[in-house]
């Protein structure tokens, strides 16, 4: 009925439908029942009731019935389930990051030999390929969700987490969303999958952004500052970065108050340790802390080139 695109998807469907039509029929029939015997047992038609006291036949019937019902809903769970939670060993494996509030993707491959790093702010999988997926968070509880896919898996801060699914329909894009309520823009908080030809994937993980882009690729897409920094100078949650370069601005350290200029050094540990220095008037917003696993000192320098421009 909904849209189904991954390999364990029917098995999903077919255990909710099992259950939702299971109990739709019996509460058909409890209630046709109940019914009757209000008709059929009224005061009027039946004056003298009379009492029935242990039937084995009955008792033996209510207790077997709903015990096989029951245990069939869980055979088809469980086969599900366990589909979902068994990675195949030949699974290529993609990076998630989950931080408040963008979700982004890295990927780790051969290039004539070299060892290369993708990285993308939308889930790019070849079709019908296996496709293993470790969850990290940089701060709290999010939550990986393909609707889908029928996917869905906590990305808990510290511990990484797996997840797999096997994409079955080429060139379609599908909604990720974070199903784990995680602070203000929670709802924003949602990327893209797209399943490409074995051959599209292989062309894209290769394609490198331009050198001089990738300041502004890491800005906007990869680490997703826009998300609480504005560059037009309207204050989100975080301060604007419009002009950032050289401003001169008061911080909060250690609970003092005191002056700095946002040069190279004060922008790197900004990213690294977010909260040391953080900005006058921003007490209570606690900002995602970036590490060298995600934005390597190179990166930032990139970075730092793309705000010099933002005059
Ligand atoms: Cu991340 Cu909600």
């Not at 003298?48 to 069939?72: D, K, R, Y």
């Amino acid at each position: 009925m909904f849209l189904a695109a991954s390999s364990y998807a029917d098995k999903v469907d077919f255990a909710f439908y099992f259950i939702v039509y299971t109990s739709v029929i019996l509460i058909g029939i409890i209630v046709g029942f109940m019914l009757f015997c209000v008709v059929k047992y009224s005061k009027k038609n039946n004056p003298n009731p009379s009492q029935i006291e242990g039937h084995v036949g009955l008792e033996t019937a209510w207790t077997i019935g709903p015990t096989i019902i029951v245990m069939m809903m869980f055979y088809y769970g469980y086969q599900g389930w366990i589909d979902m939670k068994t990675i195949p060993d030949d699974a290529m494996e993609v990076r998630v990051i989950g931080k408040k509030w963008s979700w982004s993707y890295e990927y780790k491959f051969k290039d004539e030999g070299v060892e290369k790093v993708k990285r993308s702010a939308t889930l790019v999988v070849p079709v019908d390929r296996n496709v293993k997926l470790r969850l990290e968070s940089l701060d709290v509880l999010h939550s990986f969700y393909i609707p889908a896919f029928r996917m869905k898996q906590d990305a808990v801060p510290g511990t990484p987490y797996y997840m797999w699914f096997r994409a079955i329909d080429v060139d379609q894009k599908y909604d990720v969303f974070c199903a784990e309520y995680c602070g203000d823009s929670h709802a924003y908080m949602r990327s893209y999958v797209e399943v490409v030809s074995a051959e599209a994937f292989e062309t894209w993980v290769r394609k490198e952004p331009p050198a001089k882009e990738l300041g502004k690729q890491l800005f906007h897409e990869i680490a997703a500052c826009t998300t609480c920094h504005s560059i037009d100078g309207t204050k989100l949650i975080g301060p604007s970065l419009k002009g950032i370069w050289g401003r001169k601005s008061k911080v909060i350290t250690d609970g003092k108050e005191r002056s700095i200029v946002a040069d190279e050094e004060y922008i790197l540990n900004s990213i690294r340790n977010p909260q040391q220095d953080y900005a006058k008037g921003y007490d209570g917003v606690v900002m995602t802390a970036f590490d060298e696993t995600v934005l390597s000192d190179e990166d930032i320098q990139k970075i730092i080139e793309y705000l010099k421009t933002l005059k």
